[in-house]
């Protein structure tokens, strides 16, 4: 099984500033198989980026996704108040598994 | 506009068999891949299993066993059964599509069901 690592836990930030979030796999991942998901209170997990770089239908371009091999970042520039949230890593290549994510409070 | 919805009891007994349903609109069950996920509260996503337009699956190892995935393309919805539940099978769950090919990922997600294990 592939673990996912996400850093940090959790990461208190103000609206404005950037967000810079890390997911590590125990093995190399493809990068077509590495997305990342957003999850707000109370609500189900928004699809942002696929295959590590691509962006999802309707995702502003504040959020980006970079990285191959076993190291991979979602970036966040300038946050809004509607992106803290937790967020979440998951690898496709080898069965299905999940980062167990990182929360963006409020400063 | 693709819509996933879940649906089955909220609340069963330990050692009973969960049974929930995804009924999809706006896009036909026989394409695509459909999940299962689930997610305690307080706690993170765990996938349980996908199923696949030839009724081919693919299962959670730390869950098979317990776990059978089905498709009714009459009704255009899929089903997870996991039996002989315990309280640590209480959580959130929720289905979701993927669209599968060259980038997988679950674009779509229904808005989960709360099933609780409790005698």
């Known amino acids: 099984e592939i673990v996912l690592t996400q850093s940090p836990g959790t990461l208190s930030l103000s609206p404005g500033e950037s967000a810079t979030l890390s997911c590590r796999a125990s093995?190399?991942?493809?990068?077509?198989?590495l997305a990342w998901y957003q999850q707000r209170p109370g609500q189900a997990p928004r699809l942002l980026i696929y295959?590590?770089?691509n962006r999802a239908t309707g995702i502003p371009a504040r959020f980006s996704g970079s990285g191959s091999g076993t190291d991979f970042t979602l970036t966040i520039s300038r946050l809004e108040p509607e992106d803290f949230a937790v967020y979440y890593c998951?690898?496709?290549?080898?069965?299905?598994?999940f980062g167990p994510g990182t929360k963006v409070d409020i400063k | 506009q693709v819509q996933l919805q879940e649906s089955g009891p909220g609340l069963l007994k330990p050692s009973e068999t969960l049974s929930l349903n995804c009924t999809v609109s706006?896009?036909?069950?026989?394409?695509?891949?459909w999940n299962w996920i689930r997610q305690p509260a307080g706690k993170g996503l765990e996938w349980i299993g996908r199923?696949?337009?030839?009724?081919?699956?693919n299962y959670n190892p730390s869950l098979k066993g317990r776990v059978t995935m089905s498709v009714d393309t009459s009704k255009n919805q899929f089903s997870l059964n996991l039996r002989s539940v315990t309280a640590a099978d209480t959580a959130v769950y929720y289905c979701?599509?993927?669209?599968?090919?060259?980038?997988?990922?679950?674009?779509?997600w229904g808005q989960g069901i709360l099933v609780t294990v409790s005698s």
């Open positions: 979701a599509r993927d669209e599968g090919g060259f980038w997988p990922r679950m674009d779509h």
């Open positions: 199923i696949y337009p030839s009724g081919s699956t």
């Open positions: 998951q690898q496709s290549g080898t069965s299905l598994t």
């Open positions: 706006g896009d036909s069950i026989s394409s695509d891949y």
């Open positions: 093995q190399s991942v493809s990068s077509n198989y």
């Open positions: 295959g590590a770089s």
